[in-house]
């Protein structure tokens, strides 16, 4: 039986730069913050990868078989002094379960947690918007985990957010090489079953990498893009790289694993003629 699992990450829900509704954030004094024209755009983009490209992607597969991963970083949290942001917490969280509830009721749905920064000590935040969401939860009764494993299908995914991030483009692939290493080594050390795919997020940048196999099944890192424009952080230490917008589904049938992308272009910069 064919069977999809479709992953989202880093939608940093309360930044001025992440994922915002088109109707905005209602701010607790009852003020509404309105999306900027690019984060209009993300949220155009956002509705098209659910409402067109999803559908495609799962074409004959039943909403009962597709199950939706959100891998970390949901809302953007309070931190580092940023300015850039929603400061009220709850309100990040009251955005990010409107956003993300039309999927939930529709899909089975998991949360992984994220950065601390944004998901709140311990990721409190992140725990409370996977329980009002009815995430599914753990044998601890959590509806958040750092790492979240799945067998679809005779395929083993593991997800977890973290990854380690560069800021050169010539050694995007490092850490992806360096993190399949290590859970081939922790494998074959505790006698552990090999995820057939390992998924990060927390780079906004879309990376895949494999290695083959002998049974021609090759072990895949997929690092997911993310939901997030340019932040002042990242004008800083990267001045020409764009993020990656957009999503992953993954087709699992008899024991293979197809992964299929969806990244949208980003708006040109304006030149200014003079």
């Not at 939706?68 to 891998?71: A, D, G, I, S, T």
């Not at 957010?161 to 483009?169: E, Q």
């Given at each position: 039986m064919?069977k999809?699992?479709?992953?989202?990450?880093?939608?940093?829900i309360?930044?001025?730069?992440?994922?915002?509704a088109?109707?905005g954030?209602l701010l607790?004094?009852?003020?509404?913050?309105?999306?900027?024209?690019?984060?209009?755009?993300?949220w155009?983009?956002?509705s098209?990868f659910?409402?067109s490209?999803?559908?495609?992607?799962?074409?004959?597969?039943?909403a009962?078989n597709?199950t939706?991963?959100?891998?970390g970083d949901a809302?953007?949290g309070?931190h580092?002094?940023a300015?850039?942001l929603?400061?009220?917490?709850?309100?990040?969280?009251?955005?990010a379960v409107?956003?993300?509830?039309?999927?939930?009721k529709?899909?089975r749905?998991?949360?992984v947690?994220?950065?601390?920064?944004h998901g709140?000590?311990?990721?409190q935040?992140?725990e409370?918007?996977?329980r009002?969401?009815?995430?599914e939860?753990?044998?601890?009764g959590?509806?958040?985990?750092?790492?979240?494993?799945?067998?679809?299908g005779?395929v083993?995914?593991q997800?977890a957010?973290?990854?380690?991030?560069?800021?050169?483009?010539a050694?995007?692939?490092?850490?992806p090489?360096r993190?399949?290493?290590?859970?081939l080594?922790?494998?074959?050390?505790?006698?552990?079953?090999?995820?057939?795919v390992?998924v990060?997020?927390?780079?906004?940048?879309y990376i895949?990498?494999?290695?083959p196999?002998?049974d021609?099944?090759?072990?895949q890192?997929?690092?997911?893009?993310?939901?997030?424009?340019r932040?002042?952080?990242v004008?800083?230490?990267?001045?020409m790289?764009?993020p990656?917008?957009?999503g992953v589904?993954?087709?699992i049938?008899?024991?293979?694993c197809?992964v299929?992308k969806?990244?949208?272009?980003?708006?040109?910069p304006?030149l200014?003629?003079?």
């Open positions: 064919k999809a699992i479709i992953v989202v990450s880093d939608l940093h309360g930044s001025h730069s992440g994922l915002c088109s109707s954030y607790d004094n009852g003020a509404v913050q309105t999306p900027s024209n690019l984060q209009t755009y993300v155009r983009c956002w098209h659910w409402d490209y999803v559908k495609d992607a799962t074409r004959g597969i039943g009962k597709i939706v991963v959100v891998n809302i953007d309070n580092h002094e300015v850039d929603v400061p009220n917490v709850e309100v990040q969280e009251r955005a409107e956003i993300l509830m039309p999927i939930a529709r899909y749905l998991f949360m947690r994220g950065t601390e920064a709140g000590k311990s990721e935040n992140t409370s918007i996977a009002q969401l009815g995430c939860t753990d044998e601890q959590c509806h958040s985990v750092y790492q979240l494993w799945l067998e679809v005779g083993v995914i997800f957010h973290h990854i380690g991030t560069t800021s050169s483009a050694y995007e692939t490092s850490a090489m993190e399949l290493v290590a859970g080594v922790e494998a074959s050390q505790w006698d552990q079953r090999l995820p057939d390992f990060r997020s927390h780079r906004h940048r895949p990498i494999s290695i196999r002998s021609d099944r090759d072990i890192l997929i690092i997911t893009p993310g939901w997030q424009l932040t002042p952080h004008e800083r230490i990267d001045r790289r764009l990656h917008i957009g589904v993954f087709i049938e008899d024991g293979k197809q299929k969806k990244i949208y272009e980003m708006p040109k304006t200014i003629q003079i």
